[in-house]
């Protein structure tokens, strides 16, 4: 029992290192893919990368065969004393999720979340292991992978908000739940019954453990930096494009924008189109330098913003009727 514990730990932290190193490798490769790098570069980078996944099945199958030594380990005052044996008689799921339809799994997790939502932002501020447990085992429910999702989406949206301090609370409890999860799977348990015993192994952990699970919190946690960036940057880049859209949509026959065009008038032309008074026009344009008034005019007609021999109608709403023409000011 004592080696088959200590083959565990060893293989937890041997994990935990590689499955870091592996994101850390597969993030560099799309940066790298991004930025262009040489060939050589991208080919180095890509072998390890897929040293590193041959690597992670080995990890799987090691895991799992040190569970399934566990299990079949022989019943004695220590085994059936010890906290893996503590767990809740849960019924099995209705129907299993690889068996839904698109349909049904939508409509399973919109009616979760209208259930569940408070309770898993309640249970995403908590802070000590034993109200964390005592909420879970109280809410069995939220030991699922719907939970884990939301918090870490949760994350991003706390990230994108600057509000850093919160993000990492619920960082910490997005890793406890995901450690759950990885712990029912390894056990080949309904994450429901692996509360108590989680909890239980992770007060009592050595400091390798604790470290592997301070390791994983921080790589989450830079995770979340970068997809709370990514997603800034994304919408970012829409706003500009839409920007874009709405200026290409308002340019002129002469190609320019008529709120540029606009805003670069001098006062007393910008009066006369807030105000849509062709007298008050013609009257500012034959006080002006007539090169001046020429070259605002031009401006004006290219962008859409005066139309040349226009009836007022067209131009100017429950006005006079009358047909004005746009005279250059005599010299």
């Given at each position: ?26 993030q560099?490769?799309?940066?790298l ?8 570069e991208?080919?180095?980078?890509k072998k390890?990368?897929?040293e ?8 799987r199958?090691k ?9 079949l ?6 085994t ?20 839904m339809?698109?349909?049904?799994l ?51 949206d ?10 990492a ?27 108590r ?51 290409e949509?308002?340019?002129g ?21 807030e ?12 006080e002006?330098?007539v ?24 131009l ?16």
């Amino acid at each position: 029992m004592e080696q088959q514990e200590k083959e565990k730990k060893e293989l937890i932290k041997q994990a935990t290192v590689h499955k870091r190193t592996l994101e850390e490798t597969r993030q560099k490769l799309e940066e790298l893919t991004t930025s262009g790098a040489p060939q050589e570069e991208l080919k180095k980078t890509k072998k390890e990368l897929d040293e590193l996944q041959r690597q992670e099945d080995e990890y799987r199958k090691k895991e799992e065969e040190l569970a399934k030594k566990e299990r079949l380990t022989p019943w004695n005052v220590d085994t059936l004393s010890h906290d893996a044996w503590q767990k809740t008689i849960i019924n099995p799921y209705q129907k299993k999720e690889e068996d839904m339809t698109e349909e049904e799994l939508d409509q399973k997790h919109k009616s979760f979340m209208e259930v569940n939502e408070a309770h898993i932002k309640k249970f995403g501020m908590m802070r000590r292991w034993d109200d964390s447990m005592t909420f879970l085992l109280e809410h069995p429910i939220l030991a699922c992978e719907e939970t884990a999702n939301y918090l870490a989406i949760w994350c991003i949206d706390l990230e994108v908000e600057e509000k850093h301090g919160l993000m990492a609370q619920v960082a910490h409890q997005t890793i406890v739940m995901q450690y759950i999860l990885e712990l029912a799977k390894t056990m080949k348990e309904d994450p429901r019954a692996c509360i108590r015993p989680f909890f239980t192994k992770i007060k009592k952990a050595d400091k390798v453990y604790q470290d592997c699970f301070n390791d994983e919190l921080e790589s989450f946690k830079e995770r979340v930096k970068g997809r709370a960036k990514a997603r800034y940057d994304a919408a970012l880049k829409k706003a500009e494009e839409e920007l874009a859209k709405e200026r290409e949509a308002r340019l002129g026959p002469g190609g320019l924008d008529p709120v540029e065009v606009f805003e670069s008038l001098p006062e007393c032309l910008q009066k006369c189109f807030e105000s849509k008074d062709i007298e008050l026009l013609q009257k500012t344009l034959q006080e002006m330098e007539v090169k001046e008034a020429q070259y605002h005019m031009k401006r004006c007609v290219d962008s859409g913003m005066w139309v040349p021999d226009a009836t007022t109608a067209h131009l100017l709403d429950d006005t006079a009727t009358e047909e004005p023409v746009y005279e250059t000011p005599d010299k």
